[in-house]
Nanobody, 115 residues
Framework: QVQLVESGGGLVQPGGSLRLSCAASGSIFRIYVMAWYRQAPGKQRELVAG???????NYADSVKGRFTISRDNAESTVYLQMNGLKPEDTAVYYCNTQPVALFTWGQGTQVTVSS
């Protein structure tokens, strides 16, 4: 069973940047399409960005041009560079496979955008 550990969240002012990391146990990571999801209080979990094992990416319209997803298959890690953060980006961020979350969800990492 693959375990996912997210990190890199924090409190940042509007317009600021953060880089999230998701480390996955096991070399099987490299065959999957990986994605970042987020869940804000009182809202459903939503897809933020995804990346294939070949590096093709997809983004939610709300983050296009501001967020960049990448992955390091050798390190079994997927990243999310977030620039131009807005208060509406405040959420707990998780990683998992796409389009279906096949792995047990990790604990996530909290991102709070506030002045």
């Amino acid at each position: 069973q693959v375990q996912l550990v997210e990190s890199g969240g924090g409190l940042v002012q509007p317009g600021g940047s953060l880089r999230l990391s998701c480390a996955a146990s096991g070399s099987i990571f490299r065959i999957y399409v990986m994605a970042w999801y987020r869940q804000a209080p009182g809202k459903q979990r939503e897809l933020v960005a995804g990346i294939t094992n070949g590096g093709s990416t997809n983004y939610a319209d709300s983050v296009k041009g501001r967020f960049t997803i990448s992955r390091d298959n050798a390190e079994s890690t997927v990243y999310l560079q977030m620039n131009g953060l807005k208060p509406e980006d405040t959420a707990v961020y998780y990683c998992n496979t796409q389009p279906v979350a096949l792995f047990t969800w990790g604990q996530g990492t909290q991102v709070t955008v506030s002045s």
